[in-house]
Each structure stands twice: as C-alpha cells, then as structure tokens.
C-alpha cells in the first residue's frame, strides 16, 4: 500500500462518529520521503475545512517555530493520530484514537521516518508512553523500536501559555541537533 491508497482507505472510514461529522478528512502534508515525522493529536476547525493539518494559528505559529530551526514542510512530514475533527476541538476519546491508529502505524511504515516528534500531550501519551509527562519530559529523547522519539509542547498550548515557550525553544535546539546527527540530510 502506498499513501495514495491509504487516503483512499481513510476517505471512506466510517470507523467512529467522527466520520459522519467531519468536512473534510485530514490525512497528512510535507515530504513523504523525509526522515522527521511530526504526528499532533486532531485536526482543528481550519484544518477540518482545508484537509491539510497544521494551517490554523496553531499550524501558523508551528511554521514560525520550526523556521527557527531551518525547516518548512518541503523538509518534514506531518499528520495527526486521529483524521478527522472532533466537535469544538474537545480531546479525542480513546476509541477516537482507536479508529485511527492503524492508519497511522501503516503512515509511519510507508514514509519510515527516522525521527518522530509528537506535538502534544496526547500524542505523547499514545506514541511514546502512556503515562508520559509532557511538562517533565518534553524535549527527552527516547528509542521505540526503529524509530527516536521526543515530544514538544502542542502550538496550541504554546499561544495560550506563553511560558513554556522559552523551554520550546531549547527543544528545538535540541531537535536541529538530533537532525544534524541522524538525518544531517535535511540541512543539505
């Protein structure tokens, strides 16, 4: 299977509830053939309208971020665990995330990246471990399986909390380091 038909697939997923609420079905943006993968928690109300994830403020302000590092999409692959918005942003349920996990573990094994930034809490929680503290462990780099994972605080936090921006910054830092020392490519 390819991400072509993997699109297909989930463009007729009626998995869970969210399939018959959703405008539009959010499966992924950037380079396929990149080593970093970043994977975030739900679409929002933007992106539920355009298909494409990261594109409302949060996205906006997540572009800003990674220009600091010398990074746009043409450099990375982005999605989120689950495909498709729930109602007025409310956290996905666990049978929400359930629905869609398969599709993404079949993402993570056609793109095959190196490195996986999860971009939030919950993501976190699903990907690295479950009872993960991002307040405690953001910017931590840990090994599952074939893949080093770290997780940064969501955009979305970062505009409501401004606080946490300082530590992001560092997470960064130490994100364009791992870059440099295991996919040193994405600079070239």
């Not at 953001?138 to 955009?155: E, N």
Request: charged fraction near 25%; include cysteine; charge should be positive.
């Amino acid at each position: 299977m390819n991400l072509n038909e993997l699109n297909r697939t989930c463009q007729s997923c009626q998995k869970c509830s969210l399939g018959k609420t959703r405008r539009n079905l959010v499966f992924g943006d950037g380079n396929p053939a990149s080593p970093l993968m970043f994977v975030g928690e739900v679409p929002g109300q933007q992106e539920d309208a355009t298909g494409i994830p990261f594109v409302g403020k949060a996205g906006q302000f997540l572009d800003d971020m990674l220009d600091l590092i010398d990074l746009d999409r043409s450099k990375y692959y982005i999605c989120n665990i689950v495909k498709c918005r729930p109602p007025e942003n409310r956290d996905p349920l666990p049978e929400e995330q359930d629905a869609c996990m398969e599709y993404l573990r079949t993402q993570v094994r056609i793109i095959r990246p190196k490195l996986i930034v999860c971009l939030g809490r919950i993501a976190a929680m699903r990907l690295i471990r479950s009872d993960y503290k991002i307040s405690r462990e953001h910017g931590q780099w840990v090994q599952r399986g074939q893949f080093q994972m770290t997780a940064l605080y969501h955009p979305a936090a970062l505009l409501r909390n401004p606080r946490s921006r300082p530590d992001t910054f560092l997470d960064l830092k130490g994100l364009q380091a791992k870059i440099n020392e295991v996919c040193p490519e994405l600079y070239r």
